[in-house]
């Protein structure tokens, strides 16, 4: 099948490829001896030619490298403070006030039926438990 003519070479596919192989855009990159901003852009140009989203942003690293890259279509994320301290501390990324939108999360501790839990699991299992007894009382 011919390329379409809005697409001009290969690369672009390649990296796909990569991506989809790897599972990672940061991976991808590094194989073909690119940066990630750069790999992320050329996924979005890529997007752009065929008029489709090819990939699904869906880890915290690979959302942050698209906001950093910036571009078309490239807007402000909603990530952890903790997942961002260092691009915030660094300046590469700035947090954007939010006025009248509730933003907490609740977290839910999960792990494998049937498994004991051990160790440094077992004590913030229980540094939990207790948080939430007090909370509830």
């Known amino acids: 099948m011919p ?7 290969l690369t672009g ?4 490829l990569s991506v989809t192989r790897t599972g990672s855009i940061g991976r991808a990159a590094a194989e073909h001896g690119i940066s990630q901003p750069a790999a992320s852009a050329r996924m ?6 065929l008029g489709l989203a090819l990939i699904e942003l869906s880890s915290t690293t690979a959302i942050k490298a698209a906001v950093a890259a910036g571009g078309a ?7 952890s403070s903790l997942a961002v301290a260092a691009e915030l501390s660094a300046g590469t990324l700035r947090a954007v006030p939010v006025i009248g939108l509730d933003l907490t999360r609740t977290l839910r501790a999960v792990w494998t039926a049937g498994r004991r839990l051990t160790g440094p699991a077992r004590d913030l299992y229980a540094i939990a438990a207790r948080s939430g007894r007090r909370a509830r009382t």
């Open 3 to 9: 390329l379409p003519s809005r697409v001009s070479d």
């Open 13 to 16: 596919f390649d990296l796909l």
């Open 44 to 49: 979005r140009l890529l997007e752009a030619q």
């Open 73 to 79: 279509g490239s807007g402000p994320a909603v990530l």
